[in-house]
């Protein structure tokens, strides 16, 4: 007899209280969904690439539709202000529209193998095919739109899908699956399973040798685990970061304050491109802290539901209160809190640090909350090397007018993206995106999520001599 599948239950991380009760998806019932999978990767082969196009185009067009219902659930079930939310329902809807127009430019090439003189009386060329089935885990500080990225490109290729949502916000999920199916996409090519990253179901998806791709947006324990069980196959994982912002001394603050103080507490802090370090000239340093701070204490903190709230719960009490001792403990080796530092239940009201030593915690882990810290540089090189002190590597913004300056950053910088008069927090959905060291392996962004989700596959043809 099979075991009874454990309950689900979603919290509103606002109120605390249950909003939607599911149910875990059973062994049985996981191991039933790859078989329909399976047959969903043979269908997704055959689909030709005008008719996935046109399914993903409709489906970006549903979400358009649904975006306000869909921004309530992610402000429900990820305490992300609905503000936020809305505009992360409508890039959900971009990243599925984008997918559907690249789908229809897979492309190989041919290749002059005449170049060589073995390739004499040679043809050849390549053609990408796709993969087979890919297994998505998504987190839950983007519950859409990260599912997005995965989804839309996966599809795009050709391949079926199974995505493995957080259980603390599997409903955006849930319903970003069931509107590309109404949108024409046939069930077993897009499944949803319900489980903890640690339960068998998982582990079972991650060794079954048929999966030839795991795609993971995550922590770096959380892909230590994910290859430990999976092996050999192919892998996307977009693993975080601590990004720093650099404000030189001839910033234009002006516009620089509103985007350091939207990209340091945007979602609670809770997000991979998060600006945690702000690196700021010794020439403007003090009037850069006393206008962040100023905009910092404006703030609203409360009900995510609200439009005017900036700042919501974190996804967790336990998070919160993780980030609170992490404060403590920075204060504890000669931090001190400019504004914020004060929690009330899951809420942690935006803290700024300054004066945090480079080697503590919070300076060189990612704090995944809404706490940034300020250090006063006088060089490009100490910027460089503060900047490049941590074990990871995603994106940094710099906000300078002299191209010299921002130049040398550029080249200096270990990250995958560097944003000149930008901060680290900003992504348009068909760019690359990823990072160096422990930020991750491969790119995301739609055309280079299809290059990993499909194989090369050579064709070489020996003339024939008439």
Not at 49 to 59: G, K, M, Q, Y
Not at 194 to 200: E, N, R, V
Request: aromatic content about 6%.
């Amino acid at each position: 007899m099979a075991a009874e599948s454990r309950p689900i239950f979603v919290k509103n991380k606002f109120t605390g209280r249950t909003y939607k009760k599911l149910r875990e998806t059973s062994i049985e019932e996981s191991r039933a969904m790859f078989g329909r999978a399976l047959r969903g990767s043979r269908v997704m082969k055959d689909m030709p690439s005008h008719r996935r196009a046109e399914i993903l185009e409709a489906t970006a067009a549903a979400v358009l539709r649904n975006q306000r219902s869909l921004a309530e659930t992610i402000a429900v079930e990820a305490g992300k202000p609905i503000k936020y939310s809305m505009k992360e329902a409508k890039r959900a809807s971009v990243t599925m529209k984008f997918s559907g127009e690249e789908a229809k430019r897979i492309h190989g090439e041919t290749i002059p193998f005449d170049a060589e003189p073995r390739g004499e009386g040679k043809f050849a060329y390549y053609v990408r095919e796709p993969i087979g089935v890919v297994f998505a885990i998504t987190p839950f500080n983007d519950p859409l739109n990260l599912v997005a990225h995965k989804l839309g490109p996966a599809l795009a290729s050709g391949n079926s899908v199974i995505v493995k949502p957080t259980i603390v916000t599997p409903l955006s999920a849930m319903s970003l699956v069931e509107l590309t199916v109404e949108s024409g996409l046939p069930e077993e090519c897009a499944q949803v399973l319900l489980a903890s990253g640690g339960s068998q179901q998982v582990r079972d998806m991650l060794a079954n040798e048929k999966i030839k791709m795991v795609t993971l947006t995550g922590g770096v324990e959380a892909a230590a685990e994910v290859v430990k069980h999976a092996g050999i196959k192919k892998y996307s994982m977009e693993l975080g970061s601590n990004s720093p912002a650099i404000v030189w001394s001839d910033a234009d603050l002006d516009a620089a304050i509103p985007e350091l103080v939207d990209a340091a507490f945007e979602s609670q802090g809770q997000n991979c491109i998060h600006a945690q370090r702000i690196l700021i000239h010794e020439d403007v340093y003090q009037e850069t802290r006393e206008r962040m701070v100023e905009a910092t204490a404006r703030l609203k903190v409360g009900d995510p539901l609200l439009e005017e709230t900036d700042v919501g719960p974190m996804i967790a009490e336990g998070e919160a209160e993780r980030v609170e001792a992490w404060v403590r403990e920075a204060i504890g080796g000669g931090a001190r809190v400019l504004v914020g530092g004060v929690r009330k239940g899951s809420i942690y009201h935006p803290t700024i640090l300054e004066n945090v030593s480079p080697r503590s915690r919070i300076a060189q882990k990612e704090v995944f909350g809404p706490v940034t810290l300020l250090s006063r540089v006088r060089s490009l090189n100490e910027a460089v090397e503060l900047s490049n002190s941590v074990p990871y590597g995603l994106q940094a913004g710099v906000f300078t007018k002299d191209i010299g300056v921002a130049q040398h950053f550029i080249d200096s910088l270990d990250y995958g993206g560097v944003l000149i008069n930008q901060t680290s927090d900003f992504r348009v959905d068909f760019m690359p995106f990823g990072g160096f060291k422990f930020s991750g392996l491969g790119r995301e962004g739609i055309r280079f999520a299809i290059e990993a989700m499909t194989e090369i596959k050579l064709v070489v043809y020996n003339k024939m001599k008439q």
